[in-house]
């Protein structure tokens, strides 16, 4: 009996689930028809016209999938979206730039009340406006599948945002990644997502990259760091956050402890806010990655970011491109690491500073001590006057030692592939590369290979990009070596014809030579 009761009582929830699916294409449908001037008019005038609204409430509640799709555009007077319903079923859909505006964005909305198999939803620059991003936010309180929204360029303003900071309140809905870029989020809109996701548990990555925030904004969302407990991923790039703002959030970032990502270029907070910074990587043990480009960071702010980063033991990768630093700066910055056993640092980025004979002497020390780290400069002062020094190919060099001691490119590869996955970390590739003495590579010839074999900048090396960079290396050198013989044979034809040229010069000097002289006689 008590399995019989518990069994009777799924089936209530799941009939209460559709009921409430049911009720919110409903609500959806009705706040249209009540939005139509035409319509108010009808219901005020005729009695059939809440048969048909009747009608189509009971229609509804037992359609869905294209078929439903299909009667909400109908309802709403757009025109279907073909790509959305032949990819109904497929869990990725994208629908960005495809001019849907707000009916079009309702229409969606509608048919996804009851969609099951989408969790990644693309909906990107289609004009949506505040009046879509309500019915999107009508239906994410029903839908819990959807878990990857893209709503970025779409004017959402400050009324589209206060609608998503309320789902973001309720913790109602299944997202865990917002992108929301682009959106003309103004100053008080801050606000609200600071206090929506003081107490929310759902959403790790939330990018508010390209909007309107700016000192005061900042201060909110430093708030929002010190206190929120799951935010993993945070984009504020291209905002206006200055020097209150970095501040903000460089406190913030001190009482984090989930924080992985935080972009924050483009910004404009200077020396000051990367003094901000440096004091948070002090005390923060969780953020690996941390973007501050083109800030107007100069050797000072510099200097007292790398204070930071002496201290911090978790921090992977540090972006400063397009900042005004010198070698100055990015020796302050190497010499940090270096005085830090346990930094971690893998990749940093300084990629617009010329740097010296005196700065790659450093990094090569550094190395030594760190592996695992890849700094990207600019050029190198003096190498436009003096030919850099010519190294030859890493992946030759590799290939002649395996021919040296009759080994496979596979029993190279697997020395490294501890988990037997076939990739490798890029970091784990070059730290293993470093330490190794067997094989004659510089850091720089190290360096070459990491670029070759990971092009894509995918943080992975795996054997069959290994295997291909063998096979291109092997076609290059095939490629050189018919060239080479090209030359050869052309400059053996060249010699032969001079040859014989010059023989035929002198066929015809020695008969007049020969008649001069039996004139003579």
């Known amino acids: 009996m008590e399995h019989a009761f518990s069994d009777s009582e799924e089936d209530e929830d799941k009939n209460e689930k559709m009921s409430e699916s049911s009720r919110s294409v409903e609500s959806l449908l009705l706040a249209d028809q009540s939005n139509s001037p035409t319509e108010e008019k009808m219901t005020a005038d005729s009695s059939d016209t809440d048969l048909e609204i009747e009608d189509n409430e009971r229609s509804f509640a037992t359609t869905k999938g294209e078929e439903l799709y299909l009667e909400a555009c109908k309802l709403v007077g757009v025109v279907p979206v073909s790509y959305f319903i032949r990819n109904m079923e497929e869990p990725y859909m994208n629908l960005n730039h495809h001019g849907l505006g707000p009916k079009g964005a309702k229409a969606i909305a509608i048919a996804l009340v009851s969609n099951t198999t989408i969790i990644h939803l693309e909906l990107e620059d289609n004009w949506i406006l505040a009046e879509g991003v309500m019915c999107l936010v009508q239906m994410l309180r029903e839908n819990c599948y959807i878990q990857e929204l893209n709503i970025s360029n779409n004017h959402l303003d400050t009324e589209g945002a206060e609608a998503i900071s309320r789902i973001f309140l309720d913790n109602i809905s299944s997202l865990r990644a917002v992108q929301l870029s682009g959106n003309n989020f103004r100053e008080e809109t801050a606000q609200f997502f600071a206090e929506a996701l003081l107490g929310n548990y759902r959403v790790k990555e939330l990018d508010l990259s390209h909007n309107e925030f700016s000192e005061k904004g900042g201060e909110h969302l430093g708030q929002l760091l010190a206190n929120n407990e799951i935010l993993e991923f945070l984009n504020l790039s291209w905002n206006h956050l200055r020097l209150k703002g970095a501040v903000a959030l460089g406190a ?83 010499t940090s ?97 470093m330490q190794q003495s067997r094989i004659p590579l510089d850091r720089a010839q190290i360096v070459e290979l990491v670029h070759k074999l990971d092009q894509h900048r995918t943080g992975m090396v795996d054997y069959r990009g290994l295997v291909d960079t063998q096979k291109q290396m092997i076609r290059d050198q095939r490629w050189q070596q018919r060239r080479e013989e090209s030359r050869q044979k052309k400059e053996k034809h060249k010699s032969e014809r001079v040859l014989q040229t010059f023989k035929n010069a002198m066929e015809m000097v020695t008969p007049r030579s020969s008649l001069v002289m039996s004139s003579g006689h």
Request: glycine letters at 8%; hydrophobic letters at 40%; charged letters at 25%.
């Open 337 to 433: 690491l270096r005085k830090n056993p346990k930094s971690k640092m893998e990749e940093l980025n300084i990629s617009n500073v010329i740097v010296n004979g005196s700065f790659l002497k450093l990094l090569d020390a550094v190395c030594q001590v760190h592996p695992e780290l890849d700094v990207i400069y600019g050029d190198v002062q003096g190498f436009i006057s003096k030919k850099p020094e010519q190294r030859p190919d890493p992946m030759k060099v590799i290939q002649n030692y395996l021919d040296e001691h009759k080994l496979r490119l596979w029993d190279f590869f697997r020395n490294m592939d501890k988990d037997g996955s076939m990739k490798i970390p890029v970091a784990e590739f070059r730290k293993a590369m």
């Open 252 to 334: 913030g970032l001190r009482a984090n402890g989930t924080l992985k990502i935080l972009d924050l270029s483009w910004n404009g907070f200077g020396n000051e806010g990367a003094v901000a910074l440096g004091e948070a990587l002090k005390q923060n043990n969780t953020l690996v990655l941390l973007d501050i480009s083109s800030n107007h960071i100069n050797n000072e702010g510099a200097g007292k970011l790398a204070k930071g980063l002496e201290e911090n033991g978790n921090l992977k990768i540090l972006k400063m491109t397009q900042n005004p630093l010198t070698v100055e700066g990015a020796i302050a910055l190497v």
